[in-house]
């Protein structure tokens, strides 16, 4: 079993900033990638950032320059750095686990719970 936990989401004025953190446990052989996503209300989930093993990082086009994601390896913790937000950037943000599993090698891809991000104008 692997589980992910989130925390850090809340509510922040226009401009303001917030940190997501996700925290991965469990039978882990290695990890692939993490990252971030976000769902709104009506809207389709959408890749915000991830980050890889090697640490390449790959960033949604609207949030480059005022959002980092980070990893702590010997955490398996991501994080989410977010500066400047925008009301556009409210949404649930769900963080993503891709790696191998203990015993049988097989990838897992897995979601956290979610934490609600509500920026305000």
């Known amino acids: 079993q692997v589980q992910l936990v989130e925390s850090g989401g809340g509510l922040v004025q226009a401009g303001g900033s917030l940190r997501l953190s996700c925290a991965a446990s469990g039978s882990i052989f290695s990890i692939n990638a993490m990252g971030w996503y976000r769902q709104a209300p009506g809207k389709q989930r959408e890749l915000v950032a991830a980050i890889t093993s090697g640490d390449s990082t790959n960033y949604k086009d609207s949030v480059k320059g005022r959002f980092t994601i980070s990893r702590d390896n010997a955490k398996n913790t991501v994080y989410l750095q977010m500066n400047s937000l925008k009301p556009e950037d409210t949404a649930v943000y769900y963080c993503?686990?891709?790696?191998?599993?203990?015993?049988?090698?097989?990838?897992?891809?897995?979601w956290g719970q979610g934490t609600l991000v509500t920026v305000s104008s």
């Open positions: 993503n686990l891709k790696a191998r599993v203990l015993t049988t090698l097989r990838y897992l891809e897995v």
